[in-house]
């Protein structure tokens, strides 16, 4: 099979589910970002502190249990792990729910985070396509992370004066719920299973120490710094500087979400029939420092704000899409599970530390700071991706097609 065929129905629906059920969950989980700090001012213990604590601890405990969890699928199986990561996902926002005080909602949010299915849910789109068709479901994946987050910046706000943000806390419970429904009903068993008889700490060792892999891991990183850091000051451009009243902003992101879906597309798909996954890596990370460099100079306007938003979105997409696609290809197939756990920890540190660092350079040197600081990581980045002396695609090549 080459890459320009298409998706068998089977790969089709049961990436679509897996994408369904990743949008369900990260929907439940930033439903409460615009609006949780106005809620937090009136809990019972609430310091400025305590509230990025509230916000942190989520990822912060992904962080720690991906690895675990991605290990725990490699054993018992990927489904048993993703319910099992649901339902304390659920137990942990109807915590957070019915929480009173700000140290009762971390740990409602700490608990959240420990249902760790990211490695679990991404392993399994890797069990259920093909090789040639692997980017594709990955691309469905990346892209339901961006439509929630979008969605829940729309719906958040909406949502908030009817329910509050307890009431978030319970949806973010029922959509928890929901996407077990969507798992058993839509979902399907793999077609083999690898047994694997190496010890876990065999196993983490195994995929430490490939270089390839940890690039990947860093890359991955990098790129949720960037996120996080970024939506820290655009919502604030939007309502400062281009006077759009928040209410209003879903007019700003729904179509560039759905501009920039369109555009990254043909550059995933031709990439892949080509051959040439790093000269299209290279490129989006090079699109990605552009947006961030022209936020720096040009946010005063919706137009200008708009147009780099869709640029920002183009070179995301394709490499939320990309990397975790690579890294099913690198990972020795008994170890899928254990490498995606790896390179989500990364993808959740990342995603904290940007919210950390974006809120701190805010904070002390101002909104157009954070925009510099996102361009110069970048271009460190597209340093070490250029200078990259073997591209993962042609080191996947000479190891041959496996599964």
Known sequence: MNSGEKMTAAELRSSLALAFIYFLRMLGLFLILPVF?????????????????????YGLTQAIFQI?????SDRIGRKPIIVTGLLIFAAGSVIAGLADSILIVILGRALQGTGAIAAAVMALAADLTSDTQRSKAMAMIGISIGFAFTLAFILGPVLDPIIGVPGLFFLAAGLALLAILVLFCLVPAPRESIPHSESAPAQFAQVLHDGQLLYLDLGIFILHILLMSSF???????RDTARLAPAHHW?????????????MFPFLLLGEKLNKVKLFFCGAVLTMMLSQFGFYFWHTSIQQIALLLVAFFVAFNYLEAVLPSLITKM???SLKGTALGVFSTSQFIGAFAGGLAGGYIYGHYGLSTVFLFDGIIALIWLIFTVTMPESVELRRNTHGKRR
């Open 37 to 57: 700090v106005f809620y937090a001012e009136g809990l019972r213990g609430t310091t400025p502190t305590l509230i990025g604590i509230a916000l942190g601890s």
């Open 68 to 72: 675990p969890f991605g290990m725990l």
């Open 232 to 238: 820290v000051v655009i919502p604030l451009a939007l």
């Open 251 to 263: 007019q700003v992101y729904l179509p560039v979400l759905l501009i920039s879906a369109v555009i």
């Open 331 to 333: 990972a020795v197939p």
